[in-house]
């Protein structure tokens, strides 16, 4: 992914208003992430960890959601993201939810899907991250495939947004 800066970030939300998209914690280490290791940038804002965003570039253009993280019962079990197909114990996965944009969202009409809580999916399909032993499995797809599996994911889940 190219780097972004916070003006591309805050415009490119799609089920925000331009005053909550100004209102938005965006990360202060923008110039230290590792850009060519992402396939999108994902983080929870700091001052509400129940809130996480997400901005990806889809059809020549960047797009961001905001993302509300559901409340967790204290599971035991593994639990696997719908993207990067990471598994996790405890909360590392949650079901995040997106109010949908336009008029839907309006009405508030959100959709969801169950991915890494950290939003640190690329960097887990690269093993640049770890989510402690057994939590990838090998896969005969190269890592490019695995890539274009995601970032699919990401896509789709994205046009049901924008739906």
């Known amino acids: 992914m190219k780097p972004l800066t916070e003006h591309d970030i805050r415009a490119s939300f799609v089920n925000s208003t331009k005053g909550e998209a100004k209102r938005m914690h965006v990360p202060r280490d923008l110039g230290e992430r590792p850009w060519d290791d992402l396939d999108f940038l994902g983080w929870t804002d700091p001052a509400a960890p129940d809130r ?23 599971r035991a079990r593994k639990t ?25 969202g309006q009405l508030g009409n959100t959709v969801g899907v169950y991915v890494c809580a950290d939003l640190a999916c690329s960097l887990y399909l690269r093993g640049k991250k770890s989510a402690g032993p057994g939590s990838r499995f090998k896969e005969s797809l190269s890592l490019d495939e695995q890539v274009e599996r995601m970032t699919s994911g990401i896509s789709a889940f994205l046009g049901r947004v924008n739906s």
């Open 80 to 104: 696997m993201c719908s993207w990067c197909l990471t598994t996790h114990s405890g909360d590392g996965v949650s079901l995040m939810s997106a109010r949908k944009a336009g008029k839907s």
């Open 52 to 74: 996480s965003y997400l901005v990806t570039e889809l059809e020549g253009r960047l797009v961001g959601i905001a993302l509300r993280r559901a409340a967790q019962a204290g």
